[in-house]
Nanobody, 111 residues
């Protein structure tokens, strides 16, 4: 139906940056609203950021000023630019659209 594949995670030192990508494919015509969520071990999945079809964005207070979501409609790809990373940002990051979820990509921030 709809497949979402995240990439770009890895291990980074506190203060560093990573850019995550989410590529959508399958039975879709174009990307609609897409969100990024994250889940740390033993914690509930939490909202990080989202981007609407018109390009507007919204993000959680915990990442405002550090994380920026963007979209390349031609490539059905959504990005999450993560700057000034903190150890508390460590989690598996998932993208989601219309109830579909990717399998996630691990982000680990060392102190």
């Amino acid at each position: 139906q709809v497949q979402l594949v995240e990439s770009g995670g890895g291990l980074v030192q506190a203060g560093g940056s990573l850019r995550l990508s989410c590529v959508a494919s399958g039975s879709i015509f174009s990307i609609r609203t897409v969100g990024w969520y994250r889940q740390a071990p033993g914690k509930q999945r939490e909202f990080v950021a989202q981007i609407f079809s018109g390009g507007g964005t919204n993000s959680a207070d915990s990442v405002k000023g550090r994380f920026f979501i963007s979209r390349d409609n031609a490539e059905n790809t959504v990005f999450l630019q993560m700057n000034r990373l903190k150890p508390e940002d460590t989690a598996v990051y998932f993208c989601t659209m219309q109830g579909y979820w990717g399998k996630g990509t691990q982000v680990t921030v060392s102190s």
